[in-house]
DNA sequence: ATGGGCACCTGGCTGC
DNA sequence: TGCAGCCAGGTGCCCA
């Protein structure tokens, strides 16, 4: 469910709540998330302080002393903390219950989220490796998105989802990027000219930062660490808007299909 | 190397 | 009311 907004906003709600905070016990009620839980970790795990909590892409990073546990969301991930006693309900798969009766609960009903501990660099994990820059960097050139889209001949809306040349952009920024940009999601890659390309990636890090203003987009489950939601969804113009009136030029909003995934955009601002 | 399609899951909604 | 079919915020892998 969560893009960069939604868990960034998770990690600072998160962090005041739990840095300094001992874990007592790591309890996995599935055996498997996207990859196998392993059983050993919570002699790994317990006992250790949280000294951190940070973020890569669509992970959540919790640094430990003695190593970090890697969470991503997938689809449907929620984490709250909660107070100790509080029986699990269907699809509370993780807990890590922590010193002062609390409990981090992690529910996931697709079961497309990750959790791993390591004990080695995180940043050296094969899945973290791969992962393209932050949008938000501030260290990140203006034209990266021309250079990075040069002989690419995918749509445009496939290549800034793609996690290995950008991170952090899903299916709801990709529509509103685009649209924002007034760039049609179907055109190729590589036939953004350079002003596009720069324009593109400026609208991509101003919404990211907006939704991260606004606590995230909540759509159906994503809640902050305190259970709120986000409020970035009154600000959407085209996800999810299908038939209804573009709020710029009035045209009805089109739906189709790219990379699988369903795409909004406007055919009178968006060339 | 690139791009397209599928798989992994469950739940909620739609329409017959 | 029941149920089949479709859709959902992600991403790794396989194949052409």
Redesign the pocket.
């Known amino acids: 469910?969560?893009?960069l907004p939604?868990v960034e906003t998770l990690r600072r709600g998160l962090e005041p709540l739990v840095i300094g905070r001992r874990i007592e016990e790591l309890i996995c009620r599935v055996p498997?998330l996207?990859q196998p839980l392993e059983p050993a970790w919570n002699a790994g795990v317990a006992g250790q302080k949280i000294l951190a909590v940070g973020r890569r892409?669509?992970?959540l990073l919790f640094e430990l002393e003695r190593g970090s546990l890697v969470l991503?969301?997938?689809?449907?991930g929620v984490l709250r903390l909660l107070n100790a006693g509080i029986e699990p309900q269907?699809?509370d798969h993780i807990d890590l219950r922590l010193d002062q009766n609390q409990v981090l609960r992690f529910n996931d009903?697709?079961?497309?989220g990750?959790l791993l501990y390591l004990e080695t660099n995180p940043f050296d994990h094969?899945?973290l490796k791969?992962?393209g820059p932050e949008p938000l960097d501030f260290l990140l050139p203006c034209d990266y998105l021309f250079t990075a889209t040069r002989?690419?001949?995918?749509?445009i809306k496939?290549?800034i989802?793609?996690?290995?040349i950008l991170?952090?952009?899903?299916?709801?920024?990709?529509s509103e990027a685009l649209f924002a940009a007034s760039i049609d999601p179907r055109r190729?890659?590589?036939s953004l000219t350079k002003n596009e390309a720069i324009h593109l990636l400026a609208q991509i890090q101003k919404i990211l930062q907006q939704a991260i203003e606004a606590g995230?987009?909540?759509?159906?489950?994503?809640r902050h660490s305190d259970g709120k939601p986000?409020y970035f969804r009154q600000q959407l113009q085209v996800?999810?808007r299908r038939g209804e009136k573009c709020r710029c030029c009035g045209q009805k909003i089109q739906?189709l299909?790219?990379?699988?995934?369903?795409t909004y955009f406007c055919s009178r601002c968006q060339h």
């Open positions: 469910m969560p893009e939604e498997k996207r892409a669509k992970y991503h969301l997938g689809m449907s269907k699809h009903s697709r079961r497309f990750l094969p899945l791969k992962l002989h690419r001949r995918v749509a496939n290549l989802m793609n996690q290995q991170v952090g952009v899903g299916n709801i920024y990709a190729p890659a590589e995230g987009t909540t759509l159906k489950d994503f986000g996800y999810g739906q299909v790219l990379g699988q995934r369903s």
